[in-house]
């Protein structure tokens, strides 16, 4: 990894493509009960050996994600000037970090990559990108790394929302929204805010962390992937929308099309957490053809 030193120029949006949503059979997969605590997935309130951190988490984060402090994410960012580094090296940086968000896995995140996009891959044979977007989705985490200015959890992983609006109730531990700034503000604590109906996700400031990251650095750093894939690195934490169904009125018809993909990504980035590792040197090579198929040798990040 090289951290650069000048300010680079920013490139201009990587084409989109469009894929034809066929739905295909997964009927293969198997969803487990329990997650490795013996508990249900994204039970928050169980007693859990994870169940205080994970809480205090979402107080943090509830109370300190705010339009200003969004925009300001958003713009020191997407310069895009913290470092160059291939998609691969970023994989093995993440072996360093355990996600104190997540009620269903304490293991390193390399692990869940792996996980997510072998157990996509035995499904979706065929959706080589699909397989790719899997090992990806969770690199935005990198931001935990001294490098990458050593953000605090709050601003990295958990769920994320629209703000800007009212906070639904469908978030998980809504209540410690009570302690938002924004939560006072008329302009933003309307069904509506600053948004109007169906003005589509694009135009959303969403609550900053590794989605929208990795999101602009796949953008900006020309990944051929479809827009689909783009779509699901950048919403598959908001499980408010794609799971509760709320927020509905801020998407457009682009974002129908894309959350059918996002629904699907979602049961594996979920239920394949678990305690069985893959064995990283063994699957690798397929990982660095897909890298070298839709991805620049280096990238900017
Ligand atoms: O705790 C989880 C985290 O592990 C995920 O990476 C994120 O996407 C989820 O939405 C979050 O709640
Ligand atoms: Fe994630
Ligand atoms: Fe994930």
Redesign the pocket.
Known sequence: MTIAKEKPQLASGAEEKKLPVELVSNAGFHVPDNNAFAILFRDYEANSERKDAVEEFYWKQHINQTVEFVKKMREEYGKLNKAEMSVWECCELLNEFV?ESDPDLDEP?IE??LQ?AEAIRKDYPNEDWLHLT?LI??LGKVLLHPSFGQLPQWAVVGDTFPVGCAFDKSNVHHKFFQENPDNDNPKYNTKHGIYSEGCGLDNVLMSWGHDDYMYMVAKENKTTLPSAALFIIRY??FYPLHREEAYKHLMNEEDEENLKWLRIFNKY??YS?SKVRIDVEKVKPYYLSLIQKYFPANLRW
Request: charged fraction near 30%.
């Open positions: 996600d995140q869940h990559l997510t899997g989705h969770d598959h934490s980035d979920l957490k």
